[in-house]
């Protein structure tokens, strides 16, 4: 087992560190000031500048899978490519990224983007990525992703209700979506739409997914849902009324009816583990601010990082940030040697693990703090509430924490004994 990184490792991740210092922290303040002026619902020009530096550094859409398999052609008009980074190399560059708020669009790198742009790239005709793919690659336009809905328990996608009929040349879409992230942004121009086309087939051949342009008729934004009182704009999170949508059937249909399950699958697994390595950054800057508050206060005559209480918190921070960041990389690496499948039981154990750690870090520093923790001067309180979003967003912790105990008891049942099979006892390992 090797633990040191590789000189292709170690060169991503100290470009993407060094643009982050240099030119991303340093436009916090202008960013703040530009995303509180005029309307909510705009493009924040700083990024926009900031995107065209990253993007003439060839630092850029670095979450794109590496050319793979003989099924892959090289296109004469767009070469749909990233550069090829893998998980793993991938998990270091956006812990990076996790440390600045919207350091990830800077680099072309941010959710619902990069899993839609994963969907185009894997499950997308030539057409749809010539009419999406290469415009979201470009930076040019931003998407959004329905899933989610009010009226069902959406952790479990076959309760998904929204219909999409078929008309003639055409799918009908109807339904209520809501935490449709990123359709706040003027430049979200397409979204994926997951529904049922069909409600009498097997549980998992009922889905669909569907591309939808935000602009057509019957799309109509009720609202935002504020997160904590955050609105998370320009970006947003929106509930989205879909009546009688009419989108072309050939030009909309994702690999095929019934195949929406599928996708989601392929679409979660990457999408599930890009939060978390963001995350590892966001423990890292919270535990960074901690110790300098710690260090710079001083309370009944000593400074309060020489309590004790604080020095076993400090301690266990770094504790847990270590452990987490080996988890996380664990799955990265199994995700590039075995596929996604295999490294199951890893995606779902670091999806529980990374927002659970990084809240107790962050609720640590945001009580070094004391009152100025909850303001927004130190940004602990909006990372706190972001955080505690990521216990819900791509399923929430119980639904990962059930798949892992699956496999575990499925480890330790009598199948897994000596002279049973699973077949015995209809156990599946």
Same mark, same amino acid.
């Given at each position: 087992m090797d633990f040191d990184l590789t000189d292709r490792q170690v060169y991503w991740r100290d470009r993407v560190r060094d643009f982050i210092e240099r030119k991303v922290r340093p436009a916090v303040p202008v960013y703040n000031e530009q995303d509180k002026a005029g309307d909510r619902w705009k493009v924040i020009q700083i990024v926009e500048d900031l995107k065209a530096e990253a993007k003439d550094a060839g630092i850029w859409n670095l979450f794109m899978p590496p050319r793979s398999g003989a099924h892959h052609h090289v296109d004469e008009t767009f070469e749909f490519e990233g550069p090829g980074l893998t998980n793993l190399e991938y998990a270091l560059c956006a812990e990076e990224m996790g440390r600045v708020g919207f350091a990830s669009e800077v680099f072309n790198c941010s959710a619902p983007d990069t899993g839609n742009m994963e969907v185009f790239h894997r499950y997308g005709t030539r057409a749809q990525k010539e009419k999406y793919l290469g415009r979201l690659m470009n930076g040019q336009i931003r998407s959004a992703f329905l899933m989610t809905e009010p009226a069902v328990a959406s952790s479990d996608a076959t309760n998904i209700e929204t219909r999409i009929e078929r008309d003639g040349d055409d799918y009908i879409i109807n339904g209520t979506k809501w935490w449709s992230s990123g359709a706040g942004d003027p430049r979200c121009e397409v979204a994926i739409v997951m529904g049922k086309t069909d409600f009498a087939a097997k549980r998992h051949a009922q889905q669909s997914m569907v591309l939808m342009p935000l602009d057509a008729p019957g799309v109509n934004i009720l609202r935002h849902l504020p997160v904590f009182g955050y609105d998370d704009a320009p970006h947003g999170h929106m509930e989205i009324e879909l009546k009688d949508v009419r989108v072309n059937a050939e030009e909309a249909m994702l690999l095929g009816e019934g195949r929406g399950f599928e996708i989601a699958q392929g679409r979660l697994g990457p999408g599930r583990i890009h939060h978390c390595m963001r995350t590892i950054g966001v423990a890292e800057e919270a535990i960074a601010k901690m110790a300098k508050r710690l260090q710079s206060r001083v309370a009944f005559g000593k400074k309060i990082a020489e309590y004790s209480i604080w020095e076993h918190r400090i301690a266990r921070a770094r504790i847990d940030i270590e452990m987490? %960041?080996?988890?996380?990389? +664990? /799955?990265? =690496?199994?995700? =590039?040697? #075995? @596929?996604? +499948?295999?490294?199951?039981? &890893?995606?779902?154990?670091?999806? #529980?693990?990374?927002?659970?750690?990084?809240? +107790?870090?962050? $609720? *640590? !520093?945001?009580? !070094?703090?004391? !009152?100025?923790?909850?303001?927004? *001067?130190?940004?602990? /309180?909006? !990372?706190?509430?972001?955080?505690?979003?990521?216990?819900?967003? $791509? @399923?929430? *912790? &119980? #639904?990962? &924490? %059930? /798949?892992?105990?699956?496999? &575990?008891?499925?480890?330790h049942s009598e199948a897994s004994e000596p002279g049973f099979s699973s077949g015995d006892v209809g156990v599946s390992r």
């Open positions: 987490t %960041r080996l988890l996380c990389l +664990k /799955a990265a =690496d199994m995700m =590039d040697k #075995v @596929g996604n +499948k295999s490294a199951a039981a &890893e995606i779902a154990m670091i999806k #529980v693990q990374a927002p659970n750690m990084a809240l +107790k870090i962050i $609720d *640590d !520093a945001i009580q !070094a703090h004391g !009152a100025g923790g909850v303001s927004e *001067d130190f940004g602990l /309180a909006k !990372a706190f509430a972001h955080q505690r979003t990521l216990r819900l967003a $791509d @399923g929430p *912790d &119980e #639904v990962h &924490e %059930r /798949a892992i105990a699956r496999i &575990e008891f499925a480890k």
